[in-house]
Antibody
Framework: EVQLVESGGGLIQPGGSLRLSCAASGFTVSSNYMSWVRQAPGKGLEWVSVIYSGGSTYYADSVKGRFTISRDNSKNTLYLQMNSLRAEDTAVYYC??????WGQGTLVTVSS | QSVLTQPPSASGTPGQRVTISCSGSSSNIGSNYVYWYQQLPGTAPKLLIYRNNQRPSGVPDRFSGSKSGTSASLAISGLRSEDEADYYCAAWDDSLSGPNVVFGGGTKLTVL
């Protein structure tokens, strides 16, 4: 059974950094394309980033240069390193496999 | 403002058939598959339709998807109270800055 469990969210001040993790089971992260999608409170879904099985990465313009997606094949885990955080980055962050299977999300709140 | 356009709301009575539209462009819906998601309050999005009209196992055949040109639609027949949720369409977009996923703004379905 495919399972995705995000962690690492929390309250962080503007300008701070946070690393989100997405522990996967039931499949191999490196064999799929993996995405991060976020949802601000009361808002719709917004795609953040993707990493392909070959290692190529792409980002939404809103996070380019500040966020980095990566994976650790030995831990079968996906990451999202978030730097220079802004209030508008406040959202629930979901990881997704091939846009099929989604985790339960982790809340990131950027506030002073 | 979302790249894909959905009506903000839709409604129907139990047993009715409702459709939700999703309009895009040649760079997204016109050249890539469409996905549909159901999101119940406080939960992660759940995949309903992939590759325009395919249902994952476990999704009732009351849900169906279609695509024509740069538009797509989700149909729900035999509407039930538990179908009350937010529905999102999504598609990959072949932008100049690289592939990215675009979402509709979401449609809140009310079962009267």
């Amino acid at each position: 059974e495919v399972q995705l469990v995000e962690s690492g969210g929390g309250l962080i001040q503007p300008g701070g950094s946070l690393r989100l993790s997405c522990a996967a089971s039931g499949f191999t992260v490196s064999s799929n394309y993996m995405s991060w999608v976020r949802q601000a409170p009361g808002k719709g879904l917004e795609w953040v980033s993707v990493i392909y099985s070959g290692g190529s990465t792409y980002y939404a313009d809103s996070v380019k240069g500040r966020f980095t997606i990566s994976r650790d094949n030995s831990k079968n885990t996906l990451y999202l390193q978030m730097n220079s955080l802004r209030a508008e980055d406040t959202a629930v962050y979901y990881c997704a496999r091939d846009l099929y299977d989604w985790g339960q999300g982790t809340l990131v709140t950027v506030s002073s | 403002q979302s790249v894909l356009t959905q009506p903000p709301s839709a409604s129907g009575t139990p047993g009715q058939r409702v459709t939700i539209s999703c309009s895009g462009s040649s760079s997204n819906i016109g050249s890539n598959y469409v996905y549909w998601y159901q999101q119940l309050p406080g939960t992660a999005p759940k995949l309903l339709i992939y590759r325009n009209n395919q249902r994952p196992s476990g999704v009732p055949d009351r849900f169906s998807g279609s695509k024509s040109g740069t538009s797509a639609s989700l149909a729900i027949s035999g509407l039930r109270s538990e179908d009350e949720a937010d529905y999102y369409c999504a598609a990959w977009d072949d932008s100049l800055s690289g592939p990215n996923v675009v979402f509709g703004g979401g449609t809140k379905l009310t079962v009267l």
